[in-house]
């Protein structure tokens, strides 16, 4: 045991090194659901080299308006938990359904409340400048969750003057099986629900849904504007944050 408890000593020569400061430019915070597994890997695509900088926020398995309501209380915790030092341009809170149940107002103010940050954005707000930037007016709306989730949405759209004449849902209420629903399934109900529909675009809702592959492939098919989640996100991110932003479709092509 004495020889355990014996402390080594060492020399007493210490160099000690100046060093030069390298600016990291504009950084981007981002709060992200616990359950998603495919918002970060998007973002990292779509922002390219920006210093994007991720926190998760504890979020239930099953998705209901009750679910997404009760984040409220855990958004700020969640924002304070983004570096401290880093220079953030902007913060996003990443769920698109939250963001209608909750409201971008009470998300920016909640966020606030965790970390001190200029601008803040969601994806309905992000959704609602990009339908603004292209005269989107009316929006086919394709969802992966129920019916009584994607009302709210559909009502703060409206009110913000983009009406969803036609909505179509895979009516699931697991999270990790909306991350799993196949791109071609995804394409598939897309074309169905925009065929002969009066509509300027087409909006696939969820940032867990893998939605980027499939862009490029409904614009050719659809000639129309295609959003997703993610990809208005990192665009409206980009705009607030003066940062580059690349990847397909129409939104991005003048980015």
């Known amino acids: 045991m004495a020889e355990h408890s014996q402390r080594r000593t060492y020399g007493s020569a210490v160099t000690t090194y100046p060093y030069d400061s390298v600016d990291v430019g504009p950084s981007l915070g981002l709060v992200v659901l616990q359950v998603d597994e495919t918002i970060e890997g998007d973002m990292r695509r779509l922002l390219g080299d920006a210093q994007l900088y991720v926190s998760r926020v504890p979020s239930d398995a099953r998705v209901t308006r009750e679910t997404l309501a009760e984040m409220a209380a855990l958004l700020g915790r969640a924002a304070s938990l983004l570096p401290p030092a880093a220079d953030l341009a902007a913060v996003a809170y990443g769920c698109t359904s939250g963001a209608a149940q909750i409201g971008p107002v009470q998300i920016a103010r909640l966020v606030r409340q965790g970390r001190q940050v200029g601008a803040v954005t969601d994806p309905v707000s992000a959704l609602v400048a990009a339908c603004a930037h ?119 092509a003048g980015a």
């Open 134 to 252: 292209l005269g989107i007016r009316r929006l086919a709306l394709l969802s992966p969750y129920v019916e009584a989730v994607s009302e709210q949405l559909r009502d703060v759209l409206a009110r913000q003057g983009v009406d969803t004449p036609v909505f179509g849902t895979f009516a699931e209420a697991e999270e990790a099986r909306v991350v799993r629903i196949a791109p071609d399934a995804i394409t598939d109900a897309a074309m169905d629900l925009c065929a002969g529909a009066e509509v300027d675009g087409l909006f696939l809702s969820c940032t867990n849904l893998r939605t980027l592959p499939v862009i490029d492939r409904l614009e050719s098919a659809l000639d129309l504007p295609v959003l997703s989640s993610n990809l208005v996100l990192a665009w409206h991110m980009a705009q607030l944050a003066s940062v580059p932003v690349t990847g397909p479709g129409r939104l991005l």
